[in-house]
């Protein structure tokens, strides 16, 4: 007798010890990946949706996110906080939602036994959802509210300046919430055909880590989600951005602020390029530990409070960011001085064998931190996913950072940091504008 | 049973070569601070791994990680924590290094002197955090302006010598108990040979646990009010008196808030869902310890629906057990709850009740009691709860936001409320 079951098994991808990923893939496109993890008997369940609002049409920013709240209304089966009150019966905790640039993220985490009840929930929504004006209206009351959130915070108008710098072109210069015209003016009709267009099974991949049987799993993914359609899914207008050949610079103010705050982003390629590996060990020497070198020459001199140096990746062009909370008294001039004399030590100088080996202690403790978090591992390997198409990418990145040589590091840091030109943004208080 | 001196707490976790080991010098806390030295434990903590006789903070830092190791320390009102995790196969030679830096540490003055402008800039910064700004508020209020509730005073930072750190850390590593708690592959039997580095020959006679510092009482409907003249939106947070740590009625209490405040809870859907006056609206209980906890409230209003939105939760709070939104919660909580157990199998949640159960005398139930426990909650079981310990009439409400206006809603909703604005200076002078 032949199999009920369409969906085809992929090649396991080993992980770390007796973790691996379970792959399968239903006819209508939809990714599954599940990973076995008995250490409490409960299981993370995730569904990312290849979409965020780098997909957005050109000032219409904020829909993206907007869709995600309308998430949690209601469908054609369940009436209003239906969703959220079963969730909750069932011992569901850490129900929640996030939207990037590239990605929407729905996500809760349940006791072992309700698999069959997360798929429900879950196909449910993707598929049945209503999205009517009334509870439109309502929900646009309560982003804006969000949108009003950040704007008393400093730090969100530094990022939001220096993204509106840094891109001219692709769509990551603007914010992910949108703006407060975009949200007031968004439609029924504009959010219905975003969900019948990017909330699909061949937009969108399942992650389960826990105490589960991925055969049950796949079996009952397969059954609720296997008789959806898929959708023809919009490509993404603008992928690149113009190489950045001129540096550019932005001075704001914000009442709420108390510091001195400088931000700055070079361009970098996308997750994919064989750079990756190089560019991240290049933040870790810069400000992962205490010894590390910004650290060591900014926070532990007490010029700074804050300081971090890291590539932001995403599918397209990313960005390499340094961020400083001046201390009283410090010049922004003091502070890019000090940075960029570290920088290029690192590029021109020595970078030492005891300089690589804490490096690739950090890499190896964050891969270990990922695996014993069931949520923590489920989101590393959406994020591989979506930003490269392929789930370990960042664990086998992680797996492979003996290969990564200083001289590579030095290459990076000279090529994108130090021949690269920046975006630079300067936060001064009110009080001191 | 109460923590013994030098006890361990262990799980073994066999997925990773990873050992997290966590020194608790139990009753050497921020309560040890001098009134005048506030920032002291802080200092202290901050100041451990900041050079030896024989090694500079620069190259305890640079071991550490070479080891693949994090060492921290840290203060709560009642503990000094040094946290450690670090590789397995590096455990001994950390271990060996954490207790020569724990004997040996020399307090550099000139490391005090940066650490205090950092201290310093950073009590000026977390200013800029409206979050945080309400939370200090609320804390600096609740504990009557007290040491263990402050964020911080710059005066108190700007005032700690060299001899205050030294003399504070020498009471703290002879504290009277010293305990452990570790995650580790390795078995309990090699961790407590491991921790056995640190209780060898150690004295206890320094510092001693002190009695909780006891919430205030507030007595009518008291507003304070964080002055945010250009803050774009509103918060608040309301707190009243709630239960003891083994309080019975702690099940009925759970369920309750649960209904009325969860991200699915009454308040949620009120305020929220429905009116789309904010963006957060939630109960929550300050968890009792030594010290009886607090039940309280959060919403984040704009500056357009504060007006709507304070009267409603003051309406609601006092009518919310009558509501059938409030009801139909409360009833479906039996299933929420037993379902919940599974969590309560992790790992560091199996380590936190075994603390919790010696420090406060509150029992771990196996799930069959647990499940008992949560029947025993009724429909009449949790109106009495209700009818016993909420009261909407002695509210401390704390307020984010611009004071005038905030003032002038109280007054309509509730003359006799008496407002105080704090300016935000004052949480850090």
Known sequence: MSSPFTFHRLEDIPLLGSLAINQYRLENGLLAAIVVDRTTPIFTYQTWFNVGSADEPAGRQGLAHLFEHMMFRKTATRGMGEFERIVNNNGGTGINAYTSRDQTVYFFTFPNDKVYLAADLESDRMSNLVVDSEMFQTEKGAVLTEKNRGLDDPNRLLWETVYSLAYTVHNYRYSTIGEIASIENFTVSEAQTFYSRNYSPNNSLIIVVGDVDPEAVIQTIEEKYGSLKPSIVDKRAVTSEPVQRESREAAITHPKATRRMLAKAWHIPNMLHPDYPALAAAGKLLTSGKSAVLNERLLNTAKATEVFADAYLSRDVGTFELFVQCADGESFESIEDIFFSAVRELAEGTIGDDQMQIVKNHLQRDLY????????????????????????????????????????????????????????????????? | MPITNHQLYYEQDPRVPMTQLTLVFHGAGIQQEPRDRIGLARAAAKMLFRGTNALSREAIAKKFELLGAEVNANVSETDFVVAISCFTKNLEAVVGLVVSVIR????????????????????????????????????????????????????????????????????VRSASILYFSSISDLTAEEIERTTGRFADGRRDDGFALKPE???????????????????KNDRLMWTQKGIAATDERRFDLSLIIDALGSFEGFLFDELRNKKGWCYGAYAFVVPATSRTGRIGAYADPSLETSKDLIPELLRLYRVFPEEQGFQDRLAQRNATFKNRYSYQLDLKFRLASRVSRDRYGIPILEREAYNSRIDAVTDISARRVIDELFDDRNLCMVFYGDAERVQKILALCDPSIQSTVIEKETLIA
Do not use: C, W
Request: neutral net charge; hydrophobic residues 45%; proline residues 3%.
């Open chain 2, 213 to 231: 510092v006891q919430f205030r009482e507030v007595n009518g409907r008291n507003a304070f009010i964080v002055h945010s003249p250009q803050a």
């Open chain 2, 104 to 171: 040996d540490a020399s307090f550099p003055q000139h490391e005090l002197d940066l650490l205090k402008k950092t201290e310093v800039n950073q009590l000026e910064a977390a200013l800029q955090e409206p979050e945080r700004v309400l939370s200090a508020a609320n804390q600096f209020v609740l504990y009557d302006g007290a040491v263990v509730g402050r964020i911080g005073s710059k005066q108190g930072i700007l005032s700690i010598a060299r001899e205050d750190v030294v003399e504070f850390f020498s009471k």
């Open chain 1, 369 to 433: 931190r990922a695996v014993t978090s069931p949520a923590q591992l489920a989101r590393l390997l959406g994020d591989s996913f979506i930003l490269t198409g392929d789930l370990s990418y960042q664990i086998n990145a992680m797996k492979r950072i003996e290969d990564v040589r200083a001289i590579d590091i030095q290459r990076v840091v000279k090529q994108y940091l130090l021949d690269g030109k920046a975006a630079t943004v300067k936060l001064i208080p009110e009080k001191e504008a």
